[in-house]
């Protein structure tokens, strides 16, 4: 990422596709974002009494206000990151889905639970599992998405009953400004706040929250992993991918042409999960290849305006358009060949959407994470070579296979080391909320979504127990030890939990070690 420029303790934000600037933010100090967060821990108290009711009230009010500043919104967004018009329209909408979803099922999925007991012994108590509110979740976005980013995990948060500090990319940080602005505007509970700032910023959230959510690179988060291990506290992390898609011969090859043409290059191919690696099968490798040319050189790429007239946009900054630049050179002075496209349009930091074959994994473009508009195609004899090089990654965040024989499709994707496959599509797990979201390997720990562990996953789960019947002045277990009647509990225990012969025999046990007990 690209150095922002800082003046007098500012940020300035450019619009990367004219250099325009398009704003100034504060660079908040630790002293601040330990304020804030301090502020902010007194406010969660009443927000988790409310109780998630109470919360739904005011999440579906930001989703009406969603709703009526879609707009405005895209246009922010768009001045930020030169994305076309429709790309920024997709920020906003993807936030009222999500507001919905946990909005209207907090509810039920923070109700208490109250398993059955292991044993029959068990049953005289009631159990019960609570969930409680981390008090202040520290959640530190990317530049890519900066309104639908900050959603996907401020709203659950924010359901489960914790307060929330946001801490944008200084890339973009105008989207979640607008964002806390909404919050504000409605009236409610001041339990939503945003610092912005670059890495000191984010370094102090870290220092002060009680849960981090981060999503980024690898590398930060390894470090922010480290900070949280210290503090002990808990911390979930979307990281890197080098996501692949499998072509096999029995595909329908238009489909899976204009799917990873949209799976590669939809927002430029700044997504976590687009797909960077694409391996056909030899014998439609040349028909793939063909059509997936033909598609990506007819997508429109500029500047854009709200009449949507373009398809692919600008990168974020400088340093990306490097980095993609960097791994098409690399390619092709190895040996590959630019199909289509190849170089930096020499406007903005827009990158010319591309194609790459004669490709292998001695080259970057392969290997490491591109973050860019390049689509690199690799010919493979069958799918057993697809799995192994699929899996010849650090990384294991999603990937797709296209088939057109689901049962294949289904088994070749539990032969896949990533956290989500798509069957014939791309990214339609990002729009199905019951469905965990999480990576393996360096792509990260632990998950987002899920259904109720989405907002789960920001409490705390407290055991309780409570008699079921009235209650001894001593139980068996209690000093000073009567050694029979420990002996008639043990025995009862192992009968319960254990199998054949060795549920008996604990009484004799103690009796012999211990003698008569009084």
Known sequence: MEEQIVTNAEIQVRNPATGELVGTVP?????????????????????????????KVWLLKLQDWLIDNTDHLADVVQSETGKPRVDALIDPSFGVDLLGYYARRAAKFLADEHPSPHSPLARVKKLTTAYRPYPVVGVITPWNFPLAMPALDVFPALAAGA???LKPSEVTPLSALELARGWAEIGAPPVLAVMTGGGATGAAVVDTVDYVQFTGSTRTGRSIAEACA????PYSLELGGKDPAIVLADADIDRAAYGIAFGGLFNAGQVCISVERVYVEAPVYDEFVTKLTDHVRSLRQGVDDRRSRYDVGALANEAQRDIVASHVEDAL??????????????????FEPTVLVDVDHGMTCMTEETFGPTLPVMKVADEIEALALANDSIYGLSASIWTGDKARGERLARQLNAGAVNINDVFSNM???????????QSGLGARWGGAEGVRKYCRHQAITAPMLPTQQKELFWFPYNTTKLGLALTAMRAAGARGMRRIGVLDVINTVGGKGK
Do not use: C, D, H
């Open 27 to 55: 660079s908040e100090s630790a002293e601040a974002v330990a304020a804030k967060v301090r502020e902010l821990r007194l406010y969660q108290q009443e927000w988790e009494a409310i109780g998630p009711e109470g919360r």
């Open 163 to 165: 307060a929330v500090l």
């Open 230 to 233: 210290r503090r002990l506290i």
């Open 333 to 350: 002075a190895k040996g590959a060949k630019a199909l289509t496209g190849g170089k930096p349009t020499g406007t903005g930091t827009f």
């Open 431 to 441: 729009f199905n909320f019951a469905l965990p979201m999480g990576g393996w390997q």
